[in-house]
């Protein structure tokens, strides 16, 4: 049987065969033809707000399980991490307007969602449409609160948030939840269902309104200070540390009431209640609340 010689195929050329995958090592060029860095996002401000995410995945996932101190717990966890974010951000000069808006994001799933869903199924489930009502006023409240900080953070004047912070609200229903359920308490969720409906509520209205909180934000830590002062700080931390889960609660409560004090005293003394102006200097896009 005769035998045809086969034709042979054209060689590819050296790296042919990765061709498809040029595109993804292409180096981006300006109009001068210097090469551009590659966008990528800093690790360590995303990592403690990826944390801080997981703390309100992992609230809503022990709230469904009826673990809610667990889950209350998780969400003053994510409170801590939320302020450390920002902080390392800017000491490590790594502030990027990604990690501005991912750490929004994270703020609405752990200060907004996360809360909502833990006290409808602590305590609101059993009031039917009124409980549920409840628990998305308090949710559209932080994502209202969040989307007006965004857009009035060059105008607000940096020693008062505008309205409610997020973290406080947070606080304020998970605090109450912790302090109902410790055993030296040990109050019934139903006995106190309408109290748990009018914090919700309060907290929500409380960070879409114009109220003034003091944001602590001119405290000079670098200022010298009187002996007792210190005293009187490790005082407090003693005493928080006695009982969390009843103490914290108490101090929520007063900081969510004295934005309103604020308020009337502003409107006693006459001056201008709203903290929107045009004169204050930028504030730090970083500093998410």
């Known amino acids: 049987m005769p035998n045809f010689p086969r034709r042979k195929k054209n060689p590819k050329p050296p790296g042919v065969k990765f061709a498809r995958f040029k595109r993804f090592t292409k180096r981006r060029v300006d109009a001068a033809g210097n090469i551009q860095p ?143 359920s410790d055993p030296d308490i040990n109050i019934s969720a139903r006995s106190v269902d309408w109290l748990s409906w009018t914090i919700a509520v309060f907290a929500g209205l409380s960070m879409v309104s114009n109220i003034p909180f003091y944001s602590f934000k001119d405290v000079n830590f670098k200022k010298s200070v009187p002996f007792i002062v210190v005293f009187l700080i490790a005082l407090g931390f003693a005493l928080v540390a006695i009982n969390p889960a009843v103490a914290l609660w108490p101090i929520f409560l007063v900081y969510g009431l004295s934005g309103y004090a604020i308020f009337l005293l502003r409107l006693a003394k006459g001056k201008p209640v709203n903290i929107v102006s045009l004169d204050q200097g930028p504030i730090d896009k970083d500093e998410r609340r």
């Open 38 to 180: 590659r966008r990528g996002i800093y690790l360590l401000p995303n990592a403690f707000t990826t944390a801080a995410l997981f703390a309100g995945f992992y609230a809503i996932v022990m709230a469904m399980n009826q673990r809610f101190d667990q889950a209350c717990w998780a969400i003053f966890i994510a409170m801590i991490l939320d302020g450390l974010d920002g902080r390392v951000a800017r000491l490590t000069n790594t502030q990027s307007e990604f990690g501005a808006q991912y750490d929004s994001l994270s703020d609405m799933v752990s200060f907004g969602a996360a809360p909502a869903l833990v006290i409808y199924e602590w305590s609101l489930r059993g009031l039917g449409k009124l409980g549920w009502l409840a628990a998305f006023i308090y949710c559209a409240g932080a994502a209202l609160r969040l989307a007006r900080f965004n857009t009035n953070i060059e105008v607000v004047d940096k020693r008062y948030f505008q309205g409610l912070p997020s973290p406080a609200a947070a606080a304020l229903v998970v605090g109450f939840i912790l302090m109902m």
